[in-house]
């Protein structure tokens, strides 16, 4: 080792003695770190004669000094296409360093320390992975694990305790270990696979240095000290060696999850340890720990506590603390009289429960157990098919992996196996696979594998569950079961089969599913699967992953109240001992299920619903407002110390409707000095249909700017063009002074609330109709504006001059170092765009953080503002958190222009988190009417100023003029002679120049909102078509019919009436005089109509469809969109449409071609890849897909074949192509025939259908 060492760097003695092994380490270091060359050969030589003999450690400064050219020369991300000589020595040096990693070493081998800390040293201050986590572990030990980001193909070979002998003497062991577990456990993403609680005995070491380990407890971050506590439970040390550590981060910390963490260790205390610590902290702690001490007692004393908590009540001072006490002792049943109802429960469980309302919740009784029963032919056969199938399919697979094979190099051809023809299943696989479902004998992995290959018996697709043999009613829950408990033999993955059971993911799963009907639910599951399962697993499993949407309640809840003790664990009532830590969020889902809230939660839940945390308080809140009687535990809350609190409190009781909430609130708003409080009970009072004008007055807000202006409320938004703010008229007359809306300004940008709310909308009435108009276009513009600035263009070509000629000669030198084309083709002209481009594409400035001012701009007209944040929301589309403001924004916009475009946004957008807050908008606004969603879309659709006549008159001076739509459905302008004008008269001065220009404002808006209107609402009508909706006739004829704008569309339409049982009575068109026409031009009189919906070819008969396109002919209607002439799929099977599998075209002609149709590109997948387009149907809940072999983004125009198109649930918050699969069968008639000629029509823009597409197109 020492003459090799001379040799390579001419460097001395190392220490210690070498053996063979520790000089094959030796070389493979050098390996290594020779690419250290590159920086300085100067480097490379004193970092190799560190690491070897530990001299020389002060360039350790310099390798920290020169951090990013020291990673970068030892860099892995060049190692898998090793084409270059740079490429093969990146090759060897990380070949080289995994194999150091994978030597055992003994405790004399610290130069592997020094060599992973000149490794890591680079990595100090990473903003991600192992190298970023707070704690006292070096970086050295954590690189020795850092296996993905130093490149290290195997695991450490060495043992744990013999790594930990490495460091300094005066460091801990057990310290350095408990890090270690804290980062694998908070880092699961970088820091995986290694078990480290496995590795120490952390009892042991824990109880030794008791001291060191909570002095590294400050070191962490507070979710790694919320581990920290998890770990010292984890190893039961919850008692004295360690509670009363615990007990005091229970008391004193700041952090919730600390708190939780703490908490939850505490109950798995000894309950008399911790009884009496909270009993004396009760007696003489400060205020926040007898806060603390008094939520907790109830949950370890039970009823026990409720005597001390009263007697501790009668002297208690602290607001606070008595609030919480106050909540503990408070009754579990909400409604009065509820303590003498009758019980017929002994208690909470598989029976039923005591729900918060006093009343009792029986479970429903289990229905009979299915049994093993032999199966059928008809099942077998549908096995057998499954078997053909996958058989073809390899057949497919073979056939193009030879054709690849053959048509392959020679050198590829000994890099590569050849491929083998697949050898088919025979037939007796099904019939012994059938056998075992239908027996009763116990399943094992040995039975499992005499069967045979099972694999194609459980495809993953849950769509299959449509076809046989899983469709087969023969085939019951108890086969089903059983297939279940063979999968599971054949994966050796219980915990992701127990998921997919519940979520729906594969063709057995969703089998079940649909067999959980008659009384047959998950404890039916639980009963039939207890072979694999403990008898509460799977309630285990219900709370803590995702269910199908699917799944009704009612086949869940019973489930859950027979364990009832896995949601105490849940909701941190008890130690959790079957979860890491609790799953609060999901629990508080899971009782959504139940038909009331159980009693024993009712506390927990409205500490929840008082919680600042809107993740949290939201589904609590929720889960409280259907209780009779709430308002009245939640009105002490209005004199809570916290304003989120009062807040939350003033909105539930706003929800609930209550009366005798009024009074209450009234009382609490004259007292509150909080405006985001005064704005929710101001908000409250109004839902609750109480006159609060005399809140405000032009006085009470002029007084109000001139107090907060001075004060340190307001929030300083600089940016804001205060200076331009157009000057504002009260309606009672007079001129607003301007801190009036400064202040309003500044306080807006604080509360964050881009929607508005009762105040500000108080505070607009105030103004006149065209101040508050003003206000919000002046608003709204300046806040897009702002957020939306880029640089210049000749600053964007100054950046790119300055740095063109260096990125091209970067490039270059990469073309040259890995041998690539892409560099190789790299010009200087390109650099220069591309520069240019990223230039012109950085953001200056983000107004998110004063989004609030949006809600003081909402009587913006509407065709203004449906105008300013569509073409936002288009080009900046990717400014996901401004784009949901003014989601959240257009709620709260008065107009019905803006409210259409938020429903629009709701049906369909490209982002999944916005569309879903578009939805949560609608769906309250619809609520507050007590409509459903479509009649808040037909009752709200804008009339662009037009009378029922369609005309809009505008008056200048004592002249009228007109605009009427004309048989074009376009506005065309009269003068006050009847003669038709191209515009009105420019008037610049005298009497009329005000009403001309209102005159020409109002025209200008009808325009715009007469298109905004004319393309939303053929898009609704297009959807109804599809989905087969129904309109009361009553409805139908006031909200579209008797519409001025959308009643013309309706006359380009053929409409079917029907009667009370859904049955056609005649099929008839609208006339301009609003009558209804048949085909034959006969009237048509609706009084026998019970509902009207859209006419679809595949609803007629061929003669009824030719008679009515002869009739738009004969009266020149031009339809607004096709419904009779496109063919009809007539029947379908299966779950997907494959008729044009393996057409082929360009990818762009593909994306116009769907886009025109209504489809979006779905989210890019693994290697940035998107497979599909997507039109969803949300009034149905159902999104069409098309999927084709695939693109990357950016796109390219490469030759792509279609693959097939199908139906899936569409998934609230979910990504949309990726519901479960729905059967064609099960689809409205309409809506597969118009997806089937979409796909035909698709295919029809390609060149046809290719034999060989598999080898045509890149997959």
């Not at 380490?25 to 020779?34: F, G, Q, S």
């Not at 702690?285 to 939520?295: E, S």
């Not at 157990?369 to 077998?380: H, I, N, Q, R």
């Not at 990469?814 to 002209?829: G, I, L, M, P, V």
Request: aromatic content about 8%; proline content about 5%; hydrophobic content about 40%.
């Amino acid at each position: 080792m020492f003459d090799f060492l001379k040799s390579v760097i001419g460097i001395g003695k190392p220490a210690g003695i070498a053996t063979e092994a520790d000089n094959a380490t030796a070389r493979e270091i050098v390996t290594d770190l020779k690419r250290l060359e590159t920086v300085s050969p100067d480097l490379a030589k004193r970092a190799i004669g560190y690491v070897l003999t530990g001299e020389g450690s002060s360039v350790l400064l310099q390798i920290e000094q020169q951090a990013s050219a020291v990673q970068n020369a030892l860099s892995h991300y060049h190692y898998n296409t090793p084409t270059t000589a740079a490429q093969t020595t990146a090759q060897a040096a990380i070949k080289a360093r995994s194999n150091v990693i994978g030597r055992r070493h003994g405790s004399e081998a610290t130069w592997i320390r020094r060599y992973f800390e000149v490794l890591t040293l680079p990595h100090k201050g990473s903003r991600w992975g192992m190298f970023s986590h707070q704690g006292p572990s070096p970086l050295w030990l954590r690189g020795l694990f850092a296996q993905g980001e130093l490149s290290l193909q195997t695991k450490l070979a060495t043992d744990f305790n013999t790594v930990l002998s490495w460091r300094d003497a005066e460091d801990s062991a057990t310290v350095f270990a408990l890090d270690l577990l804290v980062l694998e456990k908070v880092n699961q993403y970088y820091f995986s696979g290694h078990d480290i609680g496995s590795k120490f005995d952390f009892k042991r070491g824990l109880l030794a240095e008791k001291q060191a380990a909570m002095e590294s407890f400050a070191k962490y971050d507070r979710p790694g000290q919320a581990i920290f506590i998890h770990i010292l439970k984890q190893f039961d040390l919850v008692k004295d060696e360690y509670f009363h550590f615990i007990y005091q981060q229970y008391l004193l910390t700041t952090s919730k999850a600390v708190r939780e963490a703490a908490q939850n260790a505490l109950l798995a205390s000894p309950p008399e340890t911790l009884a009496a610590s909270a009993t004396q902290t009760l007696a003489d702690g400060n205020p926040t720990a007898r806060a603390q001490a008094a939520q907790i007692l109830p949950l370890v004393m039970g009823e026990q506590a409720r005597p001390l908590l009263e007697n501790h009540l009668a002297k208690e001072t602290s607001k606070t603390v008595r609030k919480v006490i106050e909540l503990g002792l408070g009754p579990a049943v909400v409604r009065d009289g509820a303590a003498e109802t009758a019980r017929t429960l002994k208690g909470d469980g598989a029976e039923g429960y005591l729900a918060a309302d006093g009343t009792e919740v029986l479970s429903p009784p289990l229905a009979a157990m299915p049994g093993p029963t032999p199966l059928p032919d008809s099942v077998k056969a549908g096995y057998c098919n499954l078997l053909d199938k996958a058989h073809a399919q390899w057949m497919k697979h073979y056939e193009y992996q030879k054709a690849l094979h053959e048509n392959a190099t020679a050198e590829q051809r000994k890099a590569w196996r050849k491929p083998e023809l697949p050898k088919p299943i025979e037939h007796s696989v099904a019939d012994r696979y059938c056998a075992l479902l239908a027996s009763d004998r116990p399943i094992d992995e040995d039975v499992v594998v005499k069967i045979g290959n099972i694999s194609p018996f459980a495809p993953y697709n849950a769509g299959a569950a449509a076809d046989p043999p899983f469709n087969n009613p023969d085939l019951t829950l108890w086969h089903l079961c059983r297939a279940r408990s063979v999968e599971a033999g054949r994966t050796r993955n219980h915990n992701w089969l127990m998921g997919n059971l519940l979520n729906g993911h594969g063709a057995i799963p969703a089998a079940i599913h649909a067999r959980l009907t008659n009384g047959l639910d998950l404890r039916t599951l639980a009963t039939l699967m207890r072979q694999d399962l403990e008898p509460k697993a799977l309630a285990i499993h219900v709370v803590n992953v995702g269910i199908s949407e699917d799944l009704p309640a009612e086949t869940i809840w019973p489930l859950l109240a027979a364990h009832f003790d896995v949601l105490d664990q849940a909701l941190g009532q008890v130690a959790a001992t079957d979860f890491r830590e609790p799953p609060v969020l999901n629990a508080l889902s899971r009782l959504r299920l139940f038909p009331k809230l159980p009693a024993r939660y009712f506390n927990t839940v409205l500490i929840h619903a008082l919680s600042a945390k809107k993740s949290v308080n939201k589904p609590a809140r929720a889960l409280l407002l259907g209780i009779d009687g709430i308002e009245q535990r939640l009105l002490p809350f209005l004199s809570d110390s916290k304003q989120d609190v009062r807040s939350g409190v003033a909105q539930m009781l706003g929800a609930i409707g209550a009366e005798s909430a009024i009074e209450p609130l009234k009382k609490a708003l004259g007292k509150e000095k909080s405006e985001l409080v005064r704005a929710a009970v101001l908000g409250a009072l109004r839902r609750l249909n109480v006159d609060i004008s005399s809140y405000v007055s032009p006085e009470i807000l002029i007084k109000e700017a001139t107090t907060g202006l001075k004060g340190k409320k307001a929030k300083d938004i600089g940016w804001f063009p205060l200076d331009s703010l157009p000057a504002l008229s009260w309606a009672s007359g007079g001129t607003v002074p301007s801190d009036v809306p400064r202040w309003w300004i500044a306080l807006a940008g604080k509360l964050a609330q881009a929607g508005g709310n009762t105040l500000f909308s108080l505070w607009l009435d105030q103004l006149t109709p065209e101040s508050a108009e003003a206000l919000g276009r002046h608003i709204l513009g300046s806040f897009l504006r702002y957020d939306a600035t880029h640089c210049s263009e000749d600053e964007a070509n100054a950046h790119a001059k300055a740095h063109a000629q260096q990125r091209y000669e970067q490039y270059q030198e990469y073309a040259k170092r890995w041998d690539n084309e892409f560099y190789r083709s790299y010009t200087y002209e390109k650099a220069f765009a591309d520069l240019r481009a990223e230039k012109l594409g950085i953001y200056l400035n983000n107004a998110q953080a004063d989004r609030g001012i949006l809600g003081l701009a909402t009587r913006a007209e509407g065709t203004f503002a449906v105008q300013m944040v569509r073409t936002y929301m288009r080009d900046h589309y990717k400014r996901t958190a401004q784009v949901k403001a003014l989601t959240e924004y257009l709620s709260g916009n008065t107009s019905s222009a803006a409210l259409q475009l938020l429903l629009s946004i709701a049906r369909r957008h490209r982002t999944n988190a916005v569309q879903v807050l578009a939805q949560e908008l609608v769906e309250r606004l619809a609520d507050e009417r007590n409509w459903t969603t479509d009649e808040l879309a037909d009752r709200t659709i804008p009339t662009a100023g037009l009378d029922e006549r369609g005309t809009l008159d505008l008056e200048i001076g004592s002249r009228v003029y007109q605009a009427r739509l004309d048989a074009e459905d376009v506005l065309t302008l009269y003068n006050p002679d009847g003669k038709v004008v191209k515009s009105l008269p420019q008037v610049s001065d005298g009497p009329d120049k005000e009403s001309a220009a209102e005159a020409k404002k109002a025209l200008s808006n009808a325009k715009k909102e007469l298109k905004q209107v004319h393309e939303f609402q053929a898009k609704r009508l297009y959807e109804a078509l599809c989905v087969g909706r129904r309109w009361q006739l009553a409805d139908w004829q006031r909200f579209l019919l008797e519409h001025p704008i959308v009643g013309r569309l309706v006359q380009r339409l053929v409409w079917l009436g029907l009667d009370a049982q859904g049955e056609i009575v005649a099929s008839f068109r609208p006339l301009e005089d609003l009558s209804l026409t048949d085909s034959s031009d006969n009237a048509v009189d609706p009084a026998s109509f019970a509902a009207v919906q859209l006419a679809h070819r595949s609803l007629f008969t061929a003669e009824q469809s030719e008679a009515w396109k002869q009739h738009l002919a004969d009266y020149k209607v031009d339809p607004l969109f096709n419904q009779l002439d496109r063919p009809v799929l007539t029947s379908a099977v299966g779950t997907s449409i494959e008729d044009r599998t393996g057409h082929i075209i360009e990818a762009f002609k593909l994306r116009s071609a769907a886009q025109k149709l209504g489809y979006e590109r779905a989210q890019a997948e693994d290697g940035g890849w998107f497979t599909q387009y997507i039109k969803p149907f949300g009034g149905i809940a159902i999104n069409a897909v098309i999927e084709f072999t695939g693109s990357p983004l950016p796109e390219e125009n490469r030759a792509v074949a279609l693959v097939a198109a199908k139906f899936v649930r569409a998934r609230k918050g979910a990504r949309s192509a990726y519901g479960v699969q729905i059967a064609l069968n099960e689809v409205p008639s309409v809506l597969l025939s118009e997806v089937w000629n979409d796909l035909h029509q698709i295919a029809g823009a390609g060149s046809g259908f290719a034999e060989d597409w598999r080898n045509k197109v890149g997959w």
